[in-house]
């Protein structure tokens, strides 16, 4: 099961996800994440460290939430994925196509170089 926790006490919001991201629970939760890209300048990093398994709907579902953020002129952020996670994104290729970054301070910065 899928566990989120939003954090909205700072200059963007965290989504901090636990559990796997596969097909039973990854489009009802990565939908209810569109509401903090669904405008332009919104930010919003997603904690993947205890996600432990990611499917081809856990992908699907993040490709989604960034185009539609990309689209809004909004931003999404990555930020430390599990081993594993880290290994899906590299053998597809995604690790290219995401903002990927290791911590909180990152991908802080990488917002702050968007503005």
Excluded at 3 to 16: L, M, N, Q, S, Y
Excluded at 28 to 54: F, M, N, P, R, T
Excluded at 59 to 65: G, I
Aim: charged share 20%.
């Amino acid at each position: 099961m899928l566990e989120t926790r939003i954090d909205k006490d700072g200059p963007f919001v965290i989504a901090h996800l636990s559990g796997d991201l596969k097909a039973a629970d990854s489009e009802g939760v990565i939908e209810s994440l569109h509401e903090y890209v669904a405008g332009k300048g919104l930010k919003l990093a997603i904690a993947l460290s205890d996600v432990a398994l990611i499917d081809s709907s856990g992908l699907n579902a993040l490709v989604n939430l960034v185009n539609h953020a990309r689209l809004g002129e909004g931003a999404v952020v990555l930020v430390g994925p599990s081993p594993f996670v880290s290994g899906i994104f590299s053998v597809t290729r995604l690790d290219t196509w995401f903002d990927i970054c290791a911590n909180m301070d990152e991908a802080s910065r990488v917002f702050t170089q968007e503005q």
